[in-house]
């Protein structure tokens, strides 16, 4: 059963330096924290929906991607699957269950156990692939017909790699997470000038609060290549929440209990403690600039009147490439 983190909150603070169960705990929940602030930063995809009062759930939500299975093997290869719903946003005017919206933002994360090295891939959202049990059709459809779980069959498929994890987050609670956590710091590759999405951005690393976040997550038409370049945008967003996370943990190790408190609010699970603590571990031994940021290469085409993205030779070598492990 999904369960909310603050049932796991009572947990002793223990002197800096010391070692022990309370530290490793407040090591789990401050990484947690990591892994609810970058899912969220990724699901600030399209639309410009203005935000609206009202209430709402938690802003992310983790779990195991093929129910029932085994904890994945450490020393192999480590995948998840982010997804940004297009709805469960009350406050945005979206409306519905978020498990079941178009999911508009899609990234693979794969990390190599042994070398702590991996890629963020992104997927378009109108790749027109293979979906078990409904023909072609873009892939944002996926879940809007059957769940994550659907989402997940479709992506193994067309990547040949075993999904371990999906988080699963709308745009509900974005704009409080970075703020919460004081802004993350993110690396901008260009002018980004986009009214739609509300950014003004100069290149060069940016410390950006939650509505900077969100805008430069959502520009896309102002960008070269559009979607693919969104894609690009929210990896990077994703990758600089690892950054400061692990930043500010080495300069002020009470920073954790910030990410914590965010965590406590936003963030809802079914893994087992163990798993999630293991979980944790883990991804606080991977330097954000051992992660590649690459979005699946395509052609724009039409099917059934409506526009897609034909992927080509170059995402099939990108996946390849992650299946390889050559990062």
């Not at 809802?268 to 991804?283: H, I, V, W």
């Not at 051992?290 to 030779?313: E, I, Q, W, Y």
């Amino acid at each position: 059963m999904n369960h909310r983190l603050h049932h796991r909150m009572n947990v002793p603070v223990t002197p800096r330096g010391s070692n022990g169960p309370a530290r490793r705990a407040r090591t789990f929940l401050g990484a947690l924290a990591i892994v609810a602030l970058v899912a969220a930063l990724v699901a600030a995809c399209s639309g410009g929906a203005k935000p609206s009062t009202g209430p709402t759930g938690p802003a992310v939500t983790i779990g195991k991607a093929n129910s029932g299975s085994a904890a994945p093997n450490y020393s192999g290869k480590l995948v998840f699957l982010v997804i940004g719903s297009d709805a469960g946003a009350p406050r945005f005017g979206r409306g519905g269950s978020a498990d079941r919206g178009l999911a508009d933002s899609i990234h693979l994360v794969v990390v190599d156990g042994k070398t702590k090295r991996g890629m963020v891939i992104g997927i378009p959202r109108d790749s027109y692939v293979p979906i078990p049990g409904h023909g072609t059709r873009k892939i944002n459809a996926a879940m809007s017909m059957g769940g994550p779980s659907l989402l997940v069959r479709t992506v193994e498929q067309l990547s040949k790699l075993k999904i371990d994890y999906y988080v699963l987050t709308s745009f509900d609670g974005l704009i409080d997470l970075v703020n919460g956590v004081g802004g993350v710091t993110v690396d901008v590759d260009r002018r980004v000038v986009d009214k739609a999405a509300g950014a003004n951005l100069r290149p060069g690393r940016a410390r950006l609060n939650g509505d900077r976040a969100l805008a430069y997550s959502r520009a896309r038409k102002s960008l070269p290549n559009g979607d693919f370049g969104r894609s690009e945008h929210q990896a990077d967003v994703l990758i600089g929440g690892l950054r400061t996370f692990q930043e500010q943990a080495t300069k002020d190790p009470a920073a954790v209990m910030r990410w914590l408190n965010v965590a406590t609010r936003e963030v809802k699970t079914d893994l087992p403690f163990r798993e999630m603590m293991r979980l944790a571990l883990f991804s606080r031994q991977v330097k954000p600039g051992n992660l590649k940021n690459v979005v699946l290469s395509g052609r724009p085409g039409s099917a059934g009147g409506a526009s897609v993205v034909r992927l080509d030779g170059g995402a099939a070598k990108t996946l390849g490439d992650a299946r390889a492990g050559r990062f």
